[in-house]
Structure formats: structure tokens, C-alpha cells
């Protein structure tokens, strides 16, 4: 993991930078995080924290990972690639519902009333968890009292504004900017 | 002057140690046996000090220092959010509770933040029943030395700040350690532990400092032998609460209802005068407990002629 630290207290920054990594190894997440940088100015009220994400594999179709086979009332799944048993079997539930779906082994599931190509379209999306577990750590690292926050997000950059009384267009512009250049890479800076 | 020591070791002959004790006119603050071993936190007048570690010696047991003991210590953070509990406020109140202070942790309502920080006068009204209290700043310099200080700019008890950044003095405050900021796991480290040991220094000293001024017009009676009186009444023995019975530097804490026992409290007796005439009685903010605080000689002994 990667730090840049940038701001006008050096105690502080390197107490936060402290601080997420003790975070996001308590978590079992540091791995996941490829790049962070830290802007912090106590004198302006601002906190900048913006992450890159290592890239850990597109979204697989179902198809891709199980084998479906249509039967009366519903489809039969057989998993074919066990580290994805436990995501598939979740978005099921969350999709159609417990009632409907049956784990009849620990890789057979039997989904009631779906027709084969409705779960043949179906994608997962492996960094979909850790995505809400890095908000999570960035929500525990934030001073509590920085309550006015704006967050932008793409694909693998989260940044996070915060201050406390207003929220600055000159504020704005910064986190924009720290964030685009986290998309672009360290090279391009 | 009475000095408070704990004794631990074995209950084998510990009527021997209690009967001298009591001979001595000392008194037990605190008992606390686990199956055959026993820990004893007792009031000594200073001068037969001797007498007690010969008996503790001839029992096998040890005496331990506590300087802390007898006093009450309110450990207070800006919120009880996670940013801020368990760690580090847990871990400093843990830490004094070894040198014999009963500590209590505290948050304040709108304690986060730099420019919108607050604390309200309730908040300060329980603080000052402490003996002492540590306030917990953060990691921000900026914040700190601007707004923070403001949180225990009028508070009357003495105040030892804890903060991240090095700094080297900050106003309002008796004593002040740099170093120790927002948490995220336990103190456990060397270095941290060197930390809570110099922030319980700090707390010796400002209690030490209370003591030496107290001494110069001394109370009328020792607290611990309020307590004493108090151990026999009915309601002190019926309360289920843990330790009913709080020792401050210059009173007690009492945790029993205020306005249901005031009457009993101000006739009992303490060395033949009437608590009401030694102390001043008056309730707690906090809770249904009653906290007294001992007249000087001065007071008492003027008010008598």
C-alpha cells in the first residue's frame, strides 16, 4: 500500500496514516487497497482521504462459473468454481428471495420459478463487498466532527471531502482534483 | 495524617493484620478475597507504617503502593463515538484504576469537532464532583491550542489534558502530556505503556499538589472515617451498587439516594458532632448518590466558638 500525505500538520498525518492501516488490517482489507492519499488541513477544516482499489477481476457471468440446467418449476445450479458459492448463493437471495431458493449441497442450489436465462444473464461482482468494507474503514477514519461530507466514486477510486461548517466550492475543486489524479495513476500526476 | 497502602497476600492469620489495624485506628477501604487470597486497601495513620509491613512480613504477604487510592478520577472524551472508545480513554482509566483511583469514563454530548465543540454546564457541574479530570484532545494541533482548550477553560478541579502533537505547555490545565491522539486498538506497546505511566505521573502530582493544600488547612476528619460512620448504616449495607462507599481527596461520594436519606446522613454521628456540622451534604448530579465534602478544622472549629 501506498501513501501520499499532504497537509499542514505532520503529527497528524502520520497518526491517520497509522490509524488506517491498524483499520484496514483489523478488517483483513489491506490487501485489497492498491494506493491512498491523505490531504489534511486543521487550519481550513479539511479532510481529503481518496483510495484506489487493486483491480481483482471483472464481473464473471453465472454461466461462466456454474452450470444450469432447466427443470420443472425452476433451475438447477451446479457451481463449478467453489470461490464464488458463497456471492452467488447471497445475490439469489437478495434477487428472488430465501423462500425460493434452495441450497440443496453445498455447490447444488435449486431456484424456484426462474427460468435458465434469466440466471444465465446474471453477473457478479467480486469487489462489490470490499467496496462497502473500504467506505466503511474511510467512515471510521474521519474526525467525527467533519459532518458535511461529499463523496465521488468511480470503479476503483472512493475520495471523500470533509469539513465542517461549509462546504467550499475551493473545497470541492481540491477533493475533484485529488481524485482524478487518483484515477490516473501515480505516473501521471 | 493517614496514608493509604493495599495489602496482598493470603487470608491465612489475616485477623492478626485487621486486628492491628484497627488498633492503630486505621481503617479497611476495600476488601476483596478470591478464594485463599485477599486484597486489603487500608488507611494507616503514616507514622506506624513500620508496624503494619512488619506484620505483612511476618504473613507473607506484600504491601503495594497506591497513591491514587481514596480518589476519584473522571476520564472524559470528546463523544462516546467509536473514534474516540474504547481506545485510548478505556486504556488511561484502566491504568490508574492499578494505582488505586476509582476512575469513571465520560463523553460529552457535543464535545467533537473544532469550531462547534461544546460543553454545557451540567456537563462541568458532574466533572467538578471528581477529584480530578483528564481530557482527551486528539491529534490536531491547530484544533487544540484554538477551540479545545475552551472545553475546560472554567472548570474548578484539576486538569490534566492528553494530546497527540507535541507541544510545550497548554493554559488552564495543571499538567499536560503530548503524545498519545485517536486510537484505533489497545495500548499495548512499550512505548504506549510508557505513555500511560507518565500520564498517571501526572495525575500523582496533581493530587499530591491537592493534598499538600488541603494539609496546609486540614479537614476536620479524615473521609475514611465518614466512611467508617457511614458502613453502618442501613442503606449504605442494603445497596447493591459497587462500591457504595467513594473516597475523594476532601469527601465522599455516597451512593444512596440524596433527598430520601438526607435527615439519617446529617444526624449520624463522626467523633461525637453531627455530620451536618462537619460537612457540607448536598446531591449528586449524577445518579441517585450523595456527595459529601468534609469542613476544615477552621470551619468546624470556628463555627463551634
Known sequence: MEFELEGTEQYALESYQWMLERILMEMGISTMVERVRL?????????????????????????????????EG?????????????????????????????????????????????????????????????????????????????EYFNDNVMTIVATEHGMTVDFIAEAQKVHANMIKGPEED | MYEVLM??????????????????????????????????TIAIPAEDRPLIEKKTAELGGK??????????????????????????ICDIAEHLRRYGAITIVMGLARGRGRKTCQISAAEKAIIEEYDAAIFMLGNFKECVTHEKIDLYKDIQIPVVTVIGPELESLPHCEALVCGVGRKVE???RSEEIAKLEEIADRVKEV???????????????????????????????????PAPVV???????????????????????????????????????????????????????????
Open chain 1, 39 to 71: 490531504l489534511i488541513r486543521p487550519d481550513q477544516t479539511l479532510f481529503i482521504i481518496s483510495m484506489r482499489v487493486k483491480q481483482s477481476g471483472s464481473k464473471r457471468p453465472v454461466y461462466d462459473i456454474a452450470d444450469m440446467e432447466s427443470q
Open chain 1, 74 to 150: 425452476g433451475t438447477f445450479v451446479t457451481i463449478k468454481d467453489e470461490s464464488y458459492a458463497p456471492r452467488l448463493l447471497a445475490s439469489l437471495w437478495r434477487l428472488y428471495g430465501r423462500e425460493r431458493v434452495q441450497q440443496l449441497t453445498r455447490l447444488e442450489i435449486f431456484v424456484e420459478g426462474v427460468p435458465k436465462e434469466d440466471l444465465s444473464d446474471m453477473k457478479l461482482d467480486p469487489e462489490e463487498e470490499v467496496r462497502s468494507q473500504l467506505l466503511d474503514a474511510m467512515w471510521r477514519l474521519l474526525p467525527e466532527g467533519l459532518k458535511l461530507r461529499n
Open chain 2, 7 to 40: 495489602f496482598d497476600g493470603g487470608v491465612h492469620k489475616i485477623d492478626e493484620l485487621l486486628d492491628l489495624i484497627e488498633d492503630l485506628g486505621g481503617f479497611v477501604l476495600q476488601r476483596t478475597q478470591v478464594q485463599v487470597m485477599i486484597t486489603l
Open chain 2, 63 to 88: 504491601i503495594v503502593e497506591v497513591p491514587l487510592a481514596g480518589t476519584e478520577i473522571a476520564v472524559i472524551g470528546p463523544t462516546l463515538g467509536r473514534h474516540h472508545m474504547p481506545h485510548p
Open chain 2, 186 to 188: 489497545r495500548m499495548r
Open chain 2, 207 to 241: 493530587i499530591d499538589k491537592r493534598r499538600k493544600e488541603i494539609e496546609e488547612d486540614p479537614l476536620f476528619v479524615h473521609p475514611s472515617e465518614v466512611k467508617d460512620a457511614l458502613e453502618d448504616m442501613g442503606a449504605v449495607q442494603e445497596c447493591l451498587r
Open chain 2, 247 to 305: 473516597l475523594h481527596v476532601d469527601g465522599l461520594r455516597v451512593k444512596i439516594p440524596y433527598k430520601k436519606h438526607l435527615k439519617e446522613l446529617e444526624e449520624l454521628e463522626v467523633y461525637g458532632r453531627k455530620l451536618k456540622n462537619i460537612a457540607t451534604i448536598s446531591d449528586c448530579r449524577l445518579g441517585d448518590s450523595t456527595i459529601i465534602r468534609i469542613k476544615t478544622k477552621a470551619e468546624v472549629e470556628g463555627k463551634v466558638r
